[in-house]
């Protein structure tokens, strides 16, 4: 029997995963809003039977034994944490926490509670392409693999109003929501991870026509970052949310004896010895009819059709484990062996908090993927964030109130600096 489904979030993406859990034949049975009325509101129009803005009402139901944490980032930590250790199995979104100290406490706790499911929403490692390019290269299509080039152009993810993604205190921004998929992505695909990182962040557009007030938007709205993997590989990406109505994603992957190219949901492949590119795989779009036309702009942002179908093969595959679950724990770990755990978790987490630092220094920065939380100390110092252990509402009255000063006017003795331009975060 498939667990109960109890749902944190009430976002668009939620409005997009509920059609698919149910698709698989998981009853939903609760879901959670940060506000009483915008739980109602969902639970009315998804018809889920139990709605509330108390975590612990979610938690402590009978009928709920598999939680979706689809929330802002910076109350991912304390719900997984407490979902865990009341026995409940948790999938957790994008990225895990807003640091890695936040996400070390995950992976506490996950190791506590061994017999629990916890992964993290990273789609992409089931999506077909992937998974057949993860195959190609083990199989030695590409050789040593020596270069991977990434770009991704997408749409606006600010909504109508402001909210946690409007600021980096609370996880918004493309690196977090984009770039934390890419980073897993790579590292999945190659087998490989960042040991050093260098990046640069920026922020365009401070307000729009809806968000105008008092707050301003200081969320990355542009990222580039470079990464030298541990086994010699090196790694460009470039992440763009000014690419109003459209979506385009390009992984390559060049080594010694050719190269592989996910465009989309396809993959494509050419050795050295071949006169032109070869389509390996055609991704199917079997995702489309469960999106919601209405929220369908925003959602082509948050989560494009590549991650919504990945994140549904994600959810087949949690259907899959616990509908054959006569294992030891009533569930059985083969169907989701490659889902990002905690651990995966918290390495993306790392190398996120190492390009914000390396935007910040303008210098290479290296990735530390800490076994103790006295490791971090140095760390949490230099990413300046405000305590963590505060409600959001608390961080989100940190936020600058005030209007971005005017730029100050570069000097002729400046203007050739690359860094010039550079916002410090």
């Not at 693999?145 to 991704?152: F, I, K, L, P, T």
């Not at 919601?292 to 087949?316: C, D, E, T, W």
Request: with cysteine; net charge neutral; hydrophobic share 40%.
């Amino acid at each position: 029997m498939l667990p109960g489904i109890g749902v944190f979030g009430t976002g668009d993406i939620v409005r997009a995963l509920v059609p698919f859990l149910r698709a698989k034949g998981f009853r939903v049975e609760a879901v959670w809003g940060r506000t009483l009325e915008a739980a109602e509101n969902v639970a009315t129009e998804l018809n889920i039977p139990f709605h509330t803005n108390k975590v612990d009402d979610v938690l402590l139901r009978k009928d709920v034994d598999l939680v979706f944490i689809i929330c802002q980032p910076d109350l991912h930590a304390q719900i997984a944490v407490k979902a865990l250790g009341i026995g409940k199995h948790v999938l957790c979104d994008r990225p895990a926490g807003l640091c890695q100290l936040e996400v070390l406490k995950m992976v506490h706790a996950a190791q506590y509670y061994p017999s629990l499911i916890s992964v993290i929403s990273h789609g992409l490692r089931f999506l077909p392409a992937f998974v057949h390019m993860k195959r190609q290269i083990e199989a030695g299509y590409v050789g040593v693999v020596n270069v991977c080039d990434v770009r991704v152009h997408c749409g606006s993810m600010i909504g109508n109003q402001f909210d946690w993604m409007c600021s980096h205190l609370m996880g918004g921004g493309i690196l977090t929501m984009v770039g934390s998929h890419i980073i897993d992505i790579v590292s999945f695909v190659t087998g490989q991870r960042a040991n050093r990182v260098h990046g640069m962040m920026r922020t365009f557009t401070k307000s729009t026509e809806k968000i105008n007030g008092i707050r301003w938007i200081d969320s990355d709205d542009f990222c580039s970052f470079q990464m030298i993997l541990d086994g010699g590989s090196c790694v460009t990406a470039t992440l763009n949310s000014h690419m109003a109505g459209g979506f385009t994603q390009e992984v390559v992957v060049c080594g010694s004896r050719g190269r592989l190219v996910v465009r989309g949901a396809n993959l494509y492949g050419q050795n050295h010895t071949a006169e032109k590119e070869e389509q390996l795989h055609e991704g199917p779009d079997d995702v489309a009819h469960l999106t919601n036309k209405n929220n369908s702009a925003r959602i082509n942002s948050l989560l494009p059709q590549p991650y919504l179908q990945g994140l549904f093969r994600l959810v087949g595959a949690l259907k899959e484990a616990f509908a054959t679950g006569d294992g030891e724990h009533g569930w059985l770990k083969e169907p989701v062996s490659s889902a990002a755990t905690f651990e995966d978790g918290q390495y993306v987490q790392a190398v996120i908090d190492a390009i914000k630092l390396s935007s910040a220094s303008r210098q290479w920065e290296q990735v530390t993927v800490a076994s103790d939380e006295n490791e971090l100390n140095p760390l949490m110092t230099r990413l300046n964030l405000p305590n963590i252990n505060m409600s959001s509402l608390d961080a989100l009255s940190q936020a600058p109130t005030n209007r971005p000063p005017p730029q100050r006017k570069v000097t002729s003795t400046e203007s050739h600096l690359p860094w010039s331009f550079a916002t410090k975060h």
